[in-house]
T-cell receptor
Framework: NAGVMQNPRHLVRRRGQEARLRCSPMKGHSHVYWYRQLPEEGLKFMVYLQKENIIDESGMPKERFSAEFPKEGPSILRIQQVVRGDSAAYFC????????????FGQGTRLTVV | QKEVEQDPGPLSVPEGAIVSLNCTYSNSAFQYFMWYRQYSRKGPELLMYTYSSGNKEDGRFTAQVDKSSKYISLFIRDSQPSDSATYLCAMTDASGGSYIPTFGRGTSLIVHP
């Protein structure tokens, strides 16, 4: 039973580089959510996507961050020109289509900017 | 005021104790309530999911929702050291078709032998 798959699990980038985080939702799920978690803080919503559409990106920083969920393939969270403050755990969750049901999470990608 | 408030703890209890974890919220449109357990350096794992007010029981876990008070609880009976983790509450509303779960900060639970 494949759950939500995120890769890589750990990512180290130097300041100014780009970070690409991938998320494959559970089978049958077409809704994807990205969250960021800083140490000692809760999960902060970033963006909500359905296939080929961004539904809500109200939690996404206006610059350097972008997300996509193409018709084929995983959802991608892209961070350009990373800074030390981007260091965090990034979690992806997925849920079923058209239903306000529970969301299932991946194991996260831990980004460290050096 | 945050939409969802949750005491971060830590809450330390002896093995076998009954644990009560709570969240309060301000958005009366929330209708779906979830509890997640997160072990250190892992992703959140869904424990319980309830709709509207009432109780739901699953093994040693009971979730309660009191919409009139905007207060939800998770009870853990016969707590075990393996229950030591951070517990996050989350909730969603259906207004405008929004399905985005809003999370509390999480409560760190330590069950000592």
């Amino acid at each position: 039973n494949a759950g939500v798959m995120q890769n890589p699990r750990h990512l180290v980038r130097r300041r100014g580089q780009e970070a690409r985080l991938r998320c494959s939702p559970m089978k049958g799920h077409s809704h994807v959510y990205w969250y960021r978690q800083l140490p000692e803080e809760g999960l902060k919503f970033m963006v909500y996507l359905q296939k080929e559409n961004i539904i809500d990106e109200s939690g996404m920083p206006k610059e350097r961050f972008s997300a996509e969920f193409p018709k084929e393939g995983p959802s991608i969270l892209r961070i350009q020109q990373v800074v030390r403050g981007d260091s965090a755990a990034y979690f992806c969750a997925s849920s079923t289509q058209g239903s306000n049901t529970e969301a299932f999470f991946g194991q996260g990608t831990r980004l460290t900017v050096v | 005021q945050k939409e969802v408030e949750q005491d971060p703890g830590p809450l330390s209890v002896p093995e076998g104790a009954i644990v009560s974890l709570n969240c309060t919220y301000s958005n009366s449109a929330f209708q779906y309530f979830m509890w997640y357990r997160q072990y250190s350096r892992k992703g959140p794992e869904l424990l319980m999911y309830t709709y509207s007010s009432g109780n739901k029981e699953d093994g040693r876990f009971t979730a309660q929702v009191d919409k009139s008070s905007k207060y939800i609880s998770l009870f853990i009976r016969d707590s075990q050291p393996s229950d030591s983790a951070t517990y996050l509450c989350a909730m969603t509303d259906a207004s405008g078709g929004s399905y985005i779960p809003t999370f509390g900060r999480g409560t760190s639970l330590i069950v000592h032998p």
